[in-house]
């Protein structure tokens, strides 16, 4: 009875000392949209493509950010490059590269297993619109922001701007 009573006493005391912390910290308050949040280096948002730092897009159209998505939401078509018309720096690119964000749980393994860092997710995280084709990204969507879009992924899997 009296370990039951401690008990008791003891997670009383705990929940209050959590109440009393939380009356004496400032609350974090912001003026969205005015002050946008900082978010956290690990959170995953909309999808980027990257360029080399030649300018050439970093996707070689092999298609491993496609297979393993688990809900099937990149579509990616893969063409040759040529002299004349050299997109990437390997054999191939990204004639046609989409992604449904609508389909997208963020989860991150596109990133994982692209070969080259081509495709992050970044911050951005305002992504709401009335049209539901906007959700589909399309490669020029998702080769435009931020400039220069070049960004490295570390040993974590967390992405920053180059
Ligand atoms: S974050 Fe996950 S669900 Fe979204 S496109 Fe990448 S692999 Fe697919
Ligand atoms: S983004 Fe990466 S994994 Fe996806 S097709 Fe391009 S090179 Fe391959």
């Known amino acids: 009875m009296f370990a039951s009573a401690f008990d008791g006493i003891k997670n009383l005391l705990i929940g209050l000392g959590v109440t009393f912390k939380n009356m004496t910290t400032e609350p974090e308050t912001f003026q969205y949209p005015e002050v946008k949040r900082d978010m956290p280096s690990r959170y995953r948002g909309r999808h980027f493509l990257n360029r080399d730092e030649n300018g050439l897009e970093k996707c070689v159209g092999c298609s491993l ?8 939401c990149i579509h990616v078509v893969a063409a040759e490059n040529t002299e004349e018309n050299r997109v990437s ?12 964000i609508l389909r ?15 495709v992050v997710l970044r911050d951005h995280y ?8 906007t959700f589909v990204l399309q490669k020029d969507d998702l080769l435009k922001y931020p400039e220069p879009n070049q960004f490295r992924v570390n040993y974590l899997g967390n992405t920053s701007k180059v």
């Open 65 to 72: 950010c496609s297979i393993n998505c688990p809900v099937g």
């Open 89 to 100: 720096p390997g054999e191939r690119y990204a004639a046609v590269y989409e992604i449904n």
């Open 104 to 118: 997208c749980i963020y989860c991150g393994y596109c990133e994982e297993a692209c070969p080259v860092d081509a």
């Open 126 to 133: 305002e992504l709401a619109d009335y049209d539901r084709d």
